[in-house]
């Protein structure tokens, strides 16, 4: 590294290195506390750690945001500060007043996540003062906290859930850190989503103003995988696997009735990352709905064209549906939209149902009998334990999140990039949502197992359907456009569902 600079504008602290490579640097306890003592990482005398080879991290360490490059710009552009322990670390082990907190919805591996944190505190650096924080964000100042230690999370990674309770809403920033200075801890370790990673740098911002010594972890988590940056969010491979037992079951089902259709509904708010890798890896799907590509039921390159075709080939099919899928032609149907959770989130409309009831009216209509059998396993899914792999990831991101805390790293998100784990500024993390790209070879793929229909004339049928729908009834006010850049869908802000944004979001790194 060369030269250091502050991007006074946007506060992202940017290091610039050799041939063009830039350190996406996190926040440091000695931004605001320059004189801070440091002391030798007590992992040089750990029994088990101390035959690992180079089990420090070098200070320079960085992992490539993008590691697929060119001849001409090898090693150019974004890099995050690799993860790992350091020589040199920032707390003493009696100094450590540690908590833990869980936010937003449940999600496979949390308390994998809480009890490596707590186990991992207490057998590498010795920290004997660990605090769970009860219900979220709000259990900082409305809870009492509650001692966590070794034998009290000895066996909670094998149950769902969170055994410090989770919710939305009341994340009142102030409160949160009086409440964290008051009681005295200098180690907070934050799990959650998107909006709790919005969380994790609005209270590290307010313990850099007060001006104290406080690390400020955040451990991302959502079963959805709409995380952007990190390679996958933890949960999401058990989601995926127990995926696989509703569509068996929606599968048996529809084969074994006359004109079967079996139809899953899957977790998944703004983006199709559980159905599309469900139906990918179960190979009886038909048609997967995913929110990033809108579909339309009439018509050719219809839903239901599609559905009558597949029957009279095959006899039976099995539709996946992501529960943020057709929201925006649900909405024209009601002529509403759903309102919003405790923590801004959009309430869905329950597509599965709507679903259900526009094959059952279309079919009833054509004089038809279709043996529909619906399967919602959306809870189901989300609170089972973690699987093998999932708690292998969980146990990695706790303890890179605690080498990172005790290394004065603070106002940081933890995860894998590229396969290496990495501290990442929050603001990679909340400024964009990641989304399945529609034009990635993943979804290509999935298009071709499928055999489904595309849906790319969306625009188009929707656009003549308005119109027709104008000319039969006299306008109040006009239609809501829908714009069209080049043949790609593009967002509509009025009801907040992001259309065709694959095209234009976080990219996948799948080959
Ligand atoms: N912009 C924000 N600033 C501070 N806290 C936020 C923000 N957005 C959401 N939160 C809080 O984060 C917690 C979890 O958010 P939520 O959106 O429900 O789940 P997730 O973090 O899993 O996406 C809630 O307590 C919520 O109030
Ligand atoms: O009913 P709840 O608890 O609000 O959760 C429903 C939502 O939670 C999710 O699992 C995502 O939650 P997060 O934003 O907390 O990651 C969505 O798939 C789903 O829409
Ligand atoms: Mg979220």
Redesign the pocket.
């Given at each position: 590294m060369d030269s250091a600079s502050s991007n006074p504008s946007s506060d992202v602290k940017l290091v610039n290195g050799a041939n063009g490579a830039v350190l996406e640097d996190v926040p440091h306890v000695t931004d605001w506390l320059p004189d801070l003592p440091t002391y030798a990482n007590p992992l040089k005398h750990n029994p088990a750690y101390v035959a690992v080879k180079q089990y420090f991290v070098d200070e320079d360490a960085m992992v490539a945001k993008d590691i697929v490059v060119t001849l001409k710009t090898p090693g150019e552009g974004i890099h995050f500060r690799r993860a790992g322990p350091r020589e040199q670390i920032y707390f003493k082990a009696d100094e450590v007043r540690a908590c833990i907190v869980t936010c937003?919805?449940?999600?496979p591996g949390l308390n994998t996540v809480i009890r490596e944190i707590v186990c991992g505190l207490w057998t590498q650096y010795g920290v004997r003062d660990i605090l769970g924080i009860e219900a979220g964000y709000k259990g900082f100042y409305s809870r009492n906290t509650r001692p966590l230690n070794p034998k009290v999370v000895n066996d909670i990674h094998k149950r769902g859930g969170t055994i410090l309770g989770t919710s939305?809403g009341g994340s009142d920033i102030n409160k949160i850190v009086s409440s964290i200075v008051d009681r005295g801890i200098n180690q907070v370790y934050i799990i959650?989503?998107?909006?709790t990673q919005k969380g994790v740098n609005a209270i590290y911002e307010e313990i850099r103003k007060r001006g104290v010594k406080v690390a400020v972890a955040g451990i991302p988590?959502?079963?959805?995988n709409d995380i952007a940056v990190i390679d996958k969010s933890f949960g999401f491979d058990s989601a995926v696997e127990e995926a696989q037992r509703a569509i068996d079951a929606a599968h048996t089902e529809a084969e074994s009735a006359e004109n079967g259709v079996g139809l899953v509904k899957l977790?998944?708010?703004y983006t199709g990352y559980i159905a599309m890798y469900a139906t990918l890896a179960s190979r009886d799907v038909d048609c997967c709905l995913i929110p990033e590509v809108p579909f339309y039921l009439e018509g050719k390159g219809g839903l239901y064209s599609f559905v009558e075709k597949r029957l009279r080939e095959n006899g039976h099919l099995v539709l996946v549906v992501a529960?943020g899928a057709g929201q925006e032609l649900m909405a024209q149907s009601f002529k509403e939209t759903g309102g919003l959770?405790a923590s801004g989130?959009k309430l869905?409309m329950d597509v599965g149902q709507w679903l259900c009831s526009k094959l059952k009216d279309h079919f009833t209509e054509k004089k038809e009998i279709i043996n529909l059998k619906y399967i919602d396993p959306t809870y189901m899914i989300?609170a089972i334990r973690s699987n093998a792999s999932d708690n292998v990831y969980c146990t990695l991101l706790a303890h890179s999140a605690i080498h990172g805390a005790m290394a004065g790293y603070t106002g940081f998100t933890v995860g894998p990039v590229n396969n290496r784990h990495a501290y990442i500024p929050i603001h990679r993390v909340t400024e964009k949502q990641r989304h399945v790209n529609i034009t990635d070879r993943m979804w290509a793929r999935l298009l071709s197992s499928t055999n489904q229909p595309d849906f790319l004339k969306y625009d188009k049928v929707m656009d003549a359907k308005r119109k027709k729908e104008a000319a039969s009834t006299p306008a109040e006010s006009p239609p809501a456009s829908i714009g069209t850049v080049g043949g790609e869908h593009t967002a509509t802000p009025e009801n907040g569902i992001p259309r065709g944004v694959g095209l234009s979001g976080v990219t996948e790194n799948l080959g």
């Open positions: 937003g919805g449940l999600c939305r959650g989503g998107d909006g988590k959502t079963i959805d977790m998944g708010r529960e959770d989130n869905l989300r």
